[in-house]
């Protein structure tokens, strides 16, 4: 089985997962339902990218015989480094938000800051203790099932989708954040339009949440408003 199809593989187990985790974390820490990230799917393709390095990391270090708390500081070290890549990407391309960490103390950006930078850490050490036996496991079970690769396909041409048509919606955004001169946060502003649909009593969709009974362009005039207060 070739490296291309076994990263191709953690990396659809990281993006699936990854959006379970950050839904289970925006319902505890925000106490809401919100679809996380820049795509509509049930996915995140940073997490996916996560695993993949984490996996990396595991397989290349433990060969080299590192110490674990090494490669623990070395995973918690690459996860800030995709958040800061992942984040600075967006704020060029888009000049949209897609978190923001500028109340936590000594954030660079709002993008990373010391905080997420231990939680990454410590994931990376429940990673490297707890999941990656785990890893193995579904790789092995992989390369001898490897007719799965088909779902592999339809996975990331779905995501393909998904990139078109979240692109089209993120190009609204940033035209009206440009001609507003205004920074747009974008879990903040679907987290507004869920507020907005319930006072409103109409029908919110977690999936499509700027795909509503008013178009985007309207919850924008509302956001731009909000945070003009």
């Given at each position: 089985m070739s490296s291309f199809l076994v990263f191709v593989f953690i990396f659809f187990i990281g993006s699936i997962f990854g959006w379970i985790l950050e839904i289970f974390f925006r319902r505890i820490v925000h106490k809401k339902w919100v679809n996380p990230g820049f795509l509509v799917g049930p996915y995140l393709p940073i997490y996916g990218f996560g695993?993949?390095?984490?996996?990396?990391?595991?397989?290349?270090?433990?060969?080299?015989?590192?110490?674990?708390?090494?490669?623990?500081?070395?995973?918690?070290?690459?996860?800030?480094?995709?958040?800061?890549?992942?984040?600075?990407?967006?704020?060029?391309?888009?000049?949209?938000?897609?978190?923001?960490?500028?109340?936590?103390?000594?954030?660079?950006?709002?993008?990373?800051?010391?905080?997420?930078?231990?939680?990454?850490?410590?994931?990376?050490?429940?990673?490297y203790y707890f999941i990656a036996p785990h890893i193995i496991e579904a790789l092995i079970w992989f390369s001898n099932n490897l007719s799965f690769s088909f779902i592999l396909g339809i996975f990331f041409g779905v995501i393909i989708l998904d990139f078109v048509y979240s692109t089209k919606l993120i190009v609204k955004v940033r035209n009206f954040a440009k001609n507003n001169d205004l920074e747009v946060k974008y879990e903040e502003l679907k987290m507004q339009i869920k507020e907005r649909q319930s006072k409103l009593k109409e029908k919110y969709s977690f999936i499509f949440a700027f795909k509503q009974t008013s178009s985007l362009i309207e919850h924008l005039e509302k956001y731009k408003e909000q945070k003009g207060k």
């Open positions: 695993l993949c390095t984490l996996s990396y990391c595991y397989l290349i270090f433990n060969k080299l015989n590192f110490s674990p708390i090494i490669i623990i500081l070395v995973m918690g070290i690459f996860m800030t480094i995709i958040e800061l890549i992942g984040g600075l990407f967006f704020i060029k391309t888009t000049g949209v938000k897609l978190w923001d960490y500028s109340d936590q103390w000594g954030n660079f950006k709002g993008i990373i800051c010391p905080l997420f930078s231990f939680i990454w850490t410590i994931l990376g050490a429940v990673y």
